[in-house]
């Protein structure tokens, strides 16, 4: 079975910290993908990545940074220098192969961590 | 701009009765998702449909329906048989597995039992 875990619950941060959130994946899936998430006050899920189970590159984007490791089944997310606009829920989620072809699968949520960074 | 509309915001349902959430997008995607969202326990899949005239039960289809007759449209109805349905509820849609683009949420609509 698929299954995500986020061991972190909340997270509180002051401004300008670094802040890394962690996320440990289970499938028997050769092919899969791995997404994270971010959730604002106003409920909206905001697409912030996406990788396949065949790409282990790290991979920048401004401020976020993600680390997939396929030895420990771990995409762990990194904002350096975190903002206040930073703090929201983030959620990292997992998806089969698409069984034919026109959608990825299901997306299996892990249950969030809670970020929140200070001034 | 595509993207997926949800309607109504929020949603107040009286006991015994069934409510009808709608989801309709623009993004040409074949697949269509519902979750629910409770506090503290993520998003979990309610039903799901890869394409038109097909759907299929998630994790906890128990009190809701759906139906997929058009392709930009998913609608979901909570029914009386929902014993717990107050939450968060979102819907989703997927684009072709290469595209880079993740899965595409609505702003979601918040169900309250009065």
């Known amino acids: 079975a698929q299954k995500v875990t986020q061991a972190q619950t909340e997270i509180s941060v002051v401004e300008k910290e670094d802040v890394t959130l962690d996320c440990v994946y289970e499938?028997?899936?050769?092919?899969?993908?791995l997404f994270w998430y971010k959730q604002p006050p106003s409920g909206e899920l905001v697409f912030l990545i996406r990788?396949?189970?065949?790409?282990?590159q790290n991979e920048i984007s401004g401020r976020y940074s993600w680390n997939f490791q396929k030895s420990t089944s771990s995409f762990n997310f990194t904002i350096t220098a975190s903002q206040v606009v930073d703090s929201a829920v983030y959620f990292c989620a997992l998806s089969e192969a698409a069984l034919y072809g026109g959608s990825q699968g299901n997306l299996i949520f892990g249950k969030g961590t809670k970020l929140s960074v200070k001034p | 701009d595509g993207g997926i509309t949800q309607s109504p915001k929020y949603l107040f349902r009286k006991e015994g009765q069934n409510v009808t959430l709608s989801c309709e997008q623009n993004l040409n995607h074949d697949a269509m998702y519902w979750y629910r969202q409770d506090p503290g326990q993520g998003l979990r899949l309610i039903y799901y449909?890869?394409?038109?005239?097909?759907?299929q039960k998630g994790d906890i289809a128990e009190g809701y329906s759906v139906s997929r007759e058009k392709k930009e449209s998913f609608p979901l109805t909570v029914t009386s048989a929902q014993k717990n349905p107050t939450a968060f509820y979102l819907c989703?849609?997927?684009?072709?597995?290469?595209?880079?683009?993740?899965?595409?949420f609505g702003s979601g609509t918040r169900l309250t039992v009065v």
């Open positions: 990788r396949n189970s065949f790409d282990e």
């Open positions: 449909s890869q394409i038109v005239n097909d759907f």
């Open positions: 989703a849609s997927s684009p072709p597995p290469g595209r880079s683009k993740g899965y595409t």
């Open positions: 499938t028997r899936d050769t092919t899969y993908y």
